[in-house]
Each structure stands twice: as C-alpha cells, then as structure tokens.
C-alpha cells in the first residue's frame, strides 16, 4: 500500500499518512502560499486528501489533533533537514537510461562498499559518479553505499536515519540518488543500498506520534524496537515493505542489505523478513530483473536464506563473519572481545571451506553452542570481507588494517579474499591501503545527544591503554580525517597495492577454475603445525591450488602438492609487487618438495593440462 505524496494518473497528488490514534489530521501546504486542508481517514486508519495544481517541489507539512505540525514519516525529500517541512516529488519527471542494463547476477557479485560522505572530498552522490569509471577499472561488479536516508546535520554513518523515504539532502537528495544509479547501471554495475529496517535514529524520528511504531515489549540497543507482531503491526510492517519496494521501483537499486537483523525482535509464525521477501518476489515477479535481499547477521543461522515455504525468511545472501574474524586475528595477533573465539588457521579454513566457523560449536565468548550448518546453500550465497565499515568504525580509533599488519599481510589477505569461492566485498581505499581512519561520527543538531553519544564512546572504551585523546564523534575534524586521500594511488606501496588487487580480480573473474560455487568444487586444508593454509578450486578442466603461508617468518618444509603439473603465476612476495622476492618454484608437480614460503606469502598455481 502506498505512502507518502504520490501523483495519481490525472494528474492529482494524493497524500496518504497512517496515523490511527489521531481523532483529527490536517495537511499543510506552505509553498508558494500556506492552506490547510483537512483529511479523511479510511476503514484502515490512513488520513488521505487528493489535491489538483500540486507541482514537484512543493512543500508540506500534517498537523495532528490540533497540535504540533510535523513532516510526513514517509516524505521523499527533507530538503531542509529532519525538522522541515517534507518536498512533493515527482519521479516521473527523471529520464532513466538503463533499459539496456542486464544486472551482474548475484554469482558475480565483487562487491565494493563506501560511505558517500567520505568517499570523495565533495562527499556526494554526483562525486561517487566521478569515480565509477575507476571502479571498473578495478574490477568492481556492484557499489554497496552506506545508508542514505534522510539523518540529522551533514555527517553520520547513516544508521540514524529518521526518513526511510528521503535520500540525504546534503549528498544530492532525490535527483542525484538517481543519477548515481542510472551512471552505475550505464556502466555495467549494480547497485546496492544498505537500508536500516531495525530502528530508526533518536533526533527528527516523530513516528511515535503518528503511530504505535515501536514496542516497549523488546528493548534494542537504540531503546524500543519496532512494532513487528504487536497490534497495529500489519501497518508498520506495510511502511517498511513499501520502502523496499520503493528504492526497487523508483531508483532501480539493485539489492537492499539488510542491517542487523538479529535487532528485528519478531516472534509471529510469519515473521516480517519472510513477508518482506514473498511480497519483493510477488511484487517484481513479471520483472526480467532480480532483485536481492541481503542480510547483515551474526547468528549463523541458514534459515536466514531458507525458502519461507521451507520456515525461512528467503534472503539472497548473508555477511559470514567468521571469515573476517578468522583471518584478522592471525595476521593482527588480536584476542579481545568476540576475537577471542578465533586464532587458528584452522578457523580461517573452516570459514573458507563453510563459511560458519560457529556451526553449532562452543563459543566461548557467547558461553554457548552457536550457529548451524550452511553447507547446504552454495558459496555465493555468503559475503566475506576482510574490512567493513563495521570492523574499523568501532575501533575505538578506526585503523584500517594497513596501520595493524604489514604490507605483505595487506597483500596476503587480499588474496584469500578473491580467490575464496564465496563473494568478495571490499571496503573504500581497501584496494590501495589507505591508512586514513574510519572513524565514528555524528552531527546531531541536538547538543545534549552529540554529549551523550561522546560520553558513550568514552564509557565504551575506558580501558584502553593509550594516552591520545578518543575522537570525538561530532567534531568535523573526525569526518574530515576519515576521508579518502586519492592522492596515494601514485604513492609507493599504495600504488602496487591497487595494482595487486586488480590483477587478482582479473584472474577471479577470467579463470575458470574460480568460477564453480559449488561446495564439491572447492576445498581447503589448514597445516596448524606450520601455520600454513592450502585451498584447491575447480571448474571442469581447469584447476588451482594456493598456498597461504600466515608465518611472520619464512618458513621450510617439504610439502607434497596434489596429481599433476602445477604452473605458478601468483606469488605476493614477488619484487613486482614490492615483496622481499619470490621462494616457491615456479613448476611442481606431486612429488614430495621441499618448498621455502616467503613471510605472509600467497602463491597461486594453475594446473597444467595437455
């Protein structure tokens, strides 16, 4: 059911809020001059009145009870922030030029996932287009950004958005979301929006005042959750449904990620992800283009991408974790928090070989079994990373793993992640080891709330052992120090890194034995002993197989490769890629060797066929 002001096929507009507790609402229209008109409310509890003569632009605002006026809580543009009045807009006046466009499918996803905000020096939608072309020189097949929705001042992370609807007025609102996207798919690549279907941000939210919203009946870690299977959630349930079919239908996004759903407290026998996923699939399914749903979620759980007909909640893909854990705490030596469950190879090739490291094992960090087996689902259905927004922004000083490993771990890292058979998601600068920070920060224009939100940080973080300052979050300085600096790409080591990651997203993409998901078509074996790692890919005639050497030292050992000829033609330790040079021979073949592993050394060989 549609929200929001819509145009109507003669021309009309119709603005249509749910608001079932008011006894009256009234619409104002501010511009060019101020009217009130009031409205009817339906058998549903949604206020409606259909006006003529309402040109884009236009700004209004509801009045309920006779109270404060408001802005819509399914506005399409706050052009003047959280607490102005909401814009009409007319999605029928933008040109799109995408109806060539054959979206990647979800297989070939090489993800790239950046923050409009810091992306560029400008910081907007119009900027990111500027770069696209070097995405995909990269190698990049889809841009994930992070949440756009309209929040509070200019610089946030977007996860405290209070407009679902309206894409962020200081990084180009409506019009320049959609150019973004109609550059992207021009281009070849898809485009993913992270949407925060969990909670929403505490300055500028004045749902509550239109509807019960949210339930005190669970706490999250933003206070109440949203109404999902109380009374009156039929109706919550149709605002959020309706914004995933909005960003498919009015911008052409191509798959919306999902945030955090283990924070969707619902416990109805058809909980909202699964009707969230049967009305994405009723509602495009005359569409020649997909659509996908990916899950943010740490619960290890496949029901995630479980058919609703098989009790799931039919979700694309899901973030794997593990993966990222499993490999930064043997290259970082980290053991704090939730990285004390990982720090053996074994691990990483566990997450390699299935994704969960936590299947239904002891954590001891939870103090519990945790998690079930994936290995039903093939490996595209799981995104690994080794960086995120996440996994650096809540450090409590943002370093990037190029200020925790060296530059052959950088080099070693990259390449597990590419040439696993499940889908790579970079994040922005990864490619090029930018060293600049991700830090957390907030421009709320409420004082009180930027204080608490430093005091939390502080609470948050008071062991730590180390006399600078923490950042503090409203300060533009910390926005500033977190933006991008392209100037490196032509710096030493920057520019080999960027080099190095596009020559191993070339090979992903060109070389057939990468390009089988199934799990029969792909295995990896950890030598704990030695602290080394070998992964085998296959794909009819074509093999690989990789040695990951995760020593912080060069390491000796005989060492027996599978039947055949192998032919090596990636070694990160070689000089080209600024390493101390290459030990592995260039030919093997599966007799007993004695090889000699470069530090933090990967090396890639393809078997030799007749």
């Excluded at 509070?152 to 407009?163: A, C, I, K």
């Excluded at 771990?409 to 994040?427: D, E």
């Excluded at 490619?431 to 709320?444: I, M």
């Amino acid at each position: 059911m549609k929200i929001g002001a819509n145009y109507l096929n003669n021309g009309e507009c119709e603005f249509k809020v749910w608001a079932p507790k008011a006894k009256e609402l009234s619409l104002k229209i501010i511009s060019p001059q101020e009217k009130l008109f009031k409205m009817e409310k339906d058998e549903f509890d949604y206020w409606i009145v259909t006006l003529n003569n309402i040109t884009a632009g236009r700004r209004y605002l509801y009045k309920i009870n006779k109270g404060e006026e408001r802005p819509d809580p399914a506005s399409y543009f706050q052009p003047d922030g959280v607490h102005g009045a909401s814009e009409v807009v007319d999605h029928s006046l933008f040109q799109w030029e995408d109806s060539d466009f054959t979206p990647v499918e979800l297989k070939d996803y090489i993800i790239y996932e950046l923050h409009t905000g810091t992306f560029t020096n400008k910081g907007t939608f119009n900027a990111i287009v500027n770069k696209l072309n070097y995405l995909v020189d990269l190698g990049i097949t889809a841009i994930e950004i992070m949440p756009v929705s309209q929040f509070p001042g200019e610089r946030n992370w977007g996860y405290d958005g209070v407009f679902t609807f309206a894409p962020q007025n200081s990084y180009g609102g409506p019009a320049g979301l959609k150019k973004l996207v109609n550059e992207a798919h021009k281009k070849g690549l898809s485009l993913i929006l992270d949407v925060v279907y969990n909670h929403l941000g505490p300055e500028g939210n004045y749902l509550h005042e239109y509807g019960p919203y949210f339930t005190s009946k669970y706490k999250s870690l933003w206070g109440n959750a949203i109404n999902f299977d109380g009374p009156y959630s039929d109706h919550v349930r149709n605002y959020f449904i309706y914004n995933a079919v909005y960003w498919f239908l009015e911008y052409h996004i191509d798959a919306l990620r999902l945030d955090a759903i283990e924070t969707i407290y619902d416990f109805s026998a058809k909980p909202f992800l699964a009707e969230l996923s049967n009305e994405i699939d009723e509602f495009f399914k005359n569409s020649v283009r997909k659509r996908y749903l990916i899950a943010e979620s740490d619960l290890n759980d496949a029901k995630v991408l479980r058919t609703v007909d098989n009790f799931g909640f039919g979700c694309d893909a899901q973030w794997s974790d593990d993966f990222h854990h499993s490999i930064h705490t043997l290259l970082t030596q980290e053991s704090e928090g939730y990285y004390r469950d990982f720090g053996k190879t074994d691990d990483l090739s566990d997450a390699i070989n299935n994704n969960f490291v936590y299947d239904g094992k002891y954590s001891i960090v939870r103090k519990r079994k945790h998690g079930n087996s994936p290995l039903e689902f093939p490996y595209y259905r799981f995104i690994h990373c080794i960086q995120n927004h996440d996994q650096i922004g809540n450090r409590a000083y943002g370093e990037r793993l190029s200020e925790l490993i060296s530059f052959e771990g950088l080099k070693l890292a990259a390449a597990v992640l590419i040439f696993t058979p499940s889908l790579p998601m970079l994040f922005m600068g990864e490619e090029f080891g930018e060293n600049n920070p991700f830090l957390y920060f907030v421009s709320f224009l409420n004082k009180d709330l930027n204080k608490a939100v430093k005091k939390g940080r502080l609470e948050e973080f008071w062991g730590l052992n180390r006399k600078d300052e923490l950042p503090d979050p409203y300060a533009e300085e910390t926005f500033l120090k977190s933006k991008l600096e392209w100037e490196k790409l032509n710096k030493n080591n920057h520019k080999t890194l960027h080099s190095f990651y596009k020559n191993i997203i070339g090979m992903r993409k060109t070389i057939p034995a990468f390009a089988n998901y199934e799990r029969s078509n792909s295995s990896s074996e950890s030598y704990g002993g030695l602290k080394i790692i070998t992964m085998e890919r296959n794909n009819a005639n074509s093999e690989a197989f990789a040695l990951m050497n995760f020593n912080d030292k060069k390491i000796a050992t005989e060492f027996r490769f599978p039947q055949g000829i192998w032919k090596k033609i990636l070694d990160s330790s070689e000089e080209k890629w600024n390493g101390p040079g290459a030990s592995t021979p260039n030919i093997f073949d599966n007799s007993t060797n004695q090889i000699t592993l470069p530090w933090h050394n990967f090396s890639l060989y393809i078997k030799e066929t007749e």
